[in-house]
């Protein structure tokens, strides 16, 4: 253990705040009456029991698995302080469960008596999204366990602690304590969920330090984290999305889902600012959004495309109205890096998509801006042939663009110079790879 590195201690916030931070608020999950919840729990209508199965059960699932794949990140920390905060945050994860297992059994009153039993009733309320994030969760532990270089340690905090716990959870303790602040219903859930909150905060506190510790060190951090982000962040968008797109799960705790994201987008563009690396310096392709973009507008986008069946879930007939065509192209060209082309011998550049089942888009590039135009363009660098579910699938579901060459389903034409300055601009996200 000597032979972790030493860590600066001139940083405003230090790993030893942190851990003094976690020593100074303890609280016992098994120490909160939840007596009188029972009655507050009756009190609420169906939609919002039905809603509160939804949201408790992301929280008690997220609760066990963080708490299950927090231990290679302690063996990985290069820091001896880092290794100490960990295992604090390791001991908060299982608190967190148990208070949240105890809901379940002493408020809701689920059937059997272990945390396993428990667990199991919220199988059916994991959607899609949230599946595909703990699942990588999961695999980031293993891989963490064979490799623990910096790079690989700094991508797994960004996805512990950047992903799940400031951009997922974060957000839904925000809701959730603002509905029951205003209900003054279920105090004992209420005090649960400030404590969890708290010790939240600290954890995601710990996790951007961590991030800007490790991009200071080296770019393979950086570019490790935006590998992470690529394949993460398709399914991360998806995981706030109610069954069946049912607006009254969040409408019956008095917000709406666009609130949600709006404020989830705030709130991690200011912690990715923190590490040092904002999400405006990604590459191309990284992030699926525009980060300049104002939060509300973001929000409306997203959701919109969610429904659309563009983004999120497969659903195998995602809409290719003219109104969610413009939402989308507009996204793929604001994702462009028009700057590269601001110059001659390459003064502007157009790509045009053709598809079997949709109407043509094309985006031109010239004069440092990315501009999205429906129909077909007079002339084009390249023309991509596919259609409408293919193009959604690989630029922003992560599919195989060459399983889908191969199956002749997505066709890009151009010079190869092109079809390299395309990648080069677009990314791999919107690029041709
Ligand atoms: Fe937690
Ligand atoms: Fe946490």
Redesign the pocket.
């Given at each position: 253990m000597s032979t972790r590195r030493a860590v600066a201690a001139t940083d405003s916030v230090s790993y030893d705040d942190l851990y003094r931070r976690w020593e100074n608020a303890p609280w016992r999950a098994t120490g909160i009456d939840l007596s009188r919840d029972v009655d507050g729990w009756r009190s609420l209508n169906d939609m919002q029991r039905r809603s509160g199965l939804w949201l408790y059960s992301m929280f008690l699932y997220g609760?066990d698995s963080?708490a299950d794949n927090l231990s290679p990140y302690i063996d990985a920390a290069p820091a001896e302080e880092q290794a100490y905060f960990l295992t604090t945050q390791q001991v908060?994860?299982a608190r967190?469960a148990v208070f949240f297992h105890r809901f379940f059994q002493e408020v809701i009153g689920v059937e059997g008596d272990t945390l396993a039993d428990t667990l199991a009733t919220t199988d059916e309320h994991l959607n899609w999204g949230y599946r595909g994030v703990f699942g990588r969760l999961d695999r980031m532990a293993d891989e963490l366990r064979r490799d623990r270089s910096l790079p690989r340690f700094a991508q797994a905090i960004a996805l512990y602690h950047l992903i799940v716990e400031a951009t997922l959870?974060q957000p839904g303790q925000h809701f959730i304590q603002d509905f029951f602040t205003g209900a003054g219903e279920m105090p004992g859930f209420l005090e649960g969920m400030e404590n969890?909150a708290n010790?939240?905060q600290r954890h995601i506190g710990f996790g951007v330090k961590c991030l800007a510790d490790a991009f200071k060190e080296t770019d393979e951090c950086k570019a490790a984290v935006d590998e992470m982000l690529r394949e993460v962040l398709p399914y991360a968008l998806a995981v706030f999305v109610p069954p069946g797109f049912d607006r009254s799960y969040t409408r019956e705790y008095g917000f709406e889902m666009e609130d949600v994201f709006a404020f989830a987008l705030g709130s991690i563009k200011a912690k990715w600012r923190a590490t040092g690396y904002p999400l405006e310096d990604r590459p191309p392709g990284v992030f699926p959004l525009d980060p300049t973009m104002d939060d509300d507008e973001s929000a409306r986008i997203v959701v919109a495309l969610l429904e659309a069946g563009v983004m999120g879930a497969p659903n195998g007939r995602p809409d290719a109205s003219a109104q969610t065509q413009e939402k989308f192209f507009d996204l793929v060209a604001r994702s462009f890096d028009a700057s590269l082309v601001a110059s001659p011998p390459a003064p502007a550049f157009t790509v045009q998509w053709r598809f079997s089942d949709a109407d043509p888009w094309h985006v031109r590039v010239a004069d440092g801006t990315a501009q999205a135009v429906a129909g077909e363009a007079s002339s084009a660098d390249v023309r991509v042939q596919t259609d409408w579910k293919t193009w959604c699938d690989m630029s922003v579901r992560n599919a195989s663009p060459v399983e889908a060459v191969l199956r002749g389903r997505f066709r890009p034409r151009g010079s190869p110079r092109a079809l390299y300055e395309l990648s080069r601009i677009a990314g791999t996200r919107f690029g041709v790879r």
């Open positions: 609760e963080v908060d994860e967190h959870a969890v010790d939240e």
